[in-house]
């Protein structure tokens, strides 16, 4: 199966768990999602949000339960489903010796993306770089790297979009622009999760929000109130 012909509408996270060890990171984790989804993955730090995310992204296998991409697994597809995902991680893994270019070039081609140079300078133009296009990578911003590297993940226009802290580093107006980005990512049916700590940002974006507690994942229903207190009760509920 080639990697033009690997689409889906719809995620399928049945009974997922996953051990280190003796430690469990995710305990049986159940969310299903549809094109349009943008889902704000909330919790603390070391909840299992990012464990989640690189499951997702087939990074990481699940020692017991099943991702589906439509109605079949990772194993089923094999490597070309990573032709759908675009991961932004916390760890940015850019080339710093390279320029912001050479960058998004490297990655158009090594995802097959048909006109290269013009989805590269689109890409830089996203960025809000593109005057900085020649520059090496090694002397820009932590913000600036971040919106490179979102850029280079979304290049390949996947189906699913994986954001770990995405508004890291971004001034108000950069995280005023990535807003814009991943609500556009929705409305044109992509399917997002976005692990963030900004409930501000996640109320921006979320179609739909879920809580990451201690393995845990329960979705915070939209009650009327705000996310954060929402995300202040299933907190509360969990401590008792």
């Given at each position: ?16 768990s996953?051990?280190?060890?003796r ?5 049986h ?22 464990t ?55 990655a ?17 133009a996203?960025a ?64 997002v ?28 229903p ?19």
């Amino acid at each position: 199966m080639s990697a033009g012909h690997v689409d889906f509408e719809r995620i399928a996270i049945d009974d997922v768990s996953r051990t280190f060890g003796r430690r469990r990171a995710l305990s049986h984790v159940r969310i299903d999602a549809n094109a349009g989804d943008v889902i704000a993955l909330l919790g603390p730090n070391g909840a299992g949000k990012s464990t989640l995310l690189n499951i997702l992204s087939s990074l990481m296998r699940p020692t017991s339960g099943a991702v589906r991409y439509g109605t079949v697994t990772a194993e089923k597809i094999g490597d070309t489903l990573r032709g759908r995902i675009g991961f932004l991680g916390h760890e940015l893994f850019l080339y710093t010796d390279l320029s912001a270019r050479e960058n998004l070039t490297f990655a158009a081609r090594l995802y097959g993306v048909p006109d290269v140079s013009g989805t590269v300078e689109r890409g830089l133009a996203r960025a809000n770089l593109a005057d900085r296009a020649d520059d090496r990578v090694g002397g820009f911003s932590r913000g600036m790297r971040q919106r490179l590297a979102l850029e280079r993940a979304l290049l390949h226009q996947p189906r699913l979009v994986l954001l770990d802290e995405p508004f890291t580093g971004l001034d108000d107006r950069s995280a005023d622009a990535l807003v814009d980005r991943i609500n556009e990512l929705g409305h044109n049916g992509a399917i997002v999760f976005a692990a963030t700590h900004d409930f501000d940002y996640a109320a921006r974006i979320a179609t739909r929000a879920a809580c990451v507690i201690r393995g845990r994942c329960r979705e915070l229903p939209d009650d009327g109130t705000s996310l954060l207190d929402r995300y202040r009760t299933a907190l509360a509920g969990d401590a008792a």
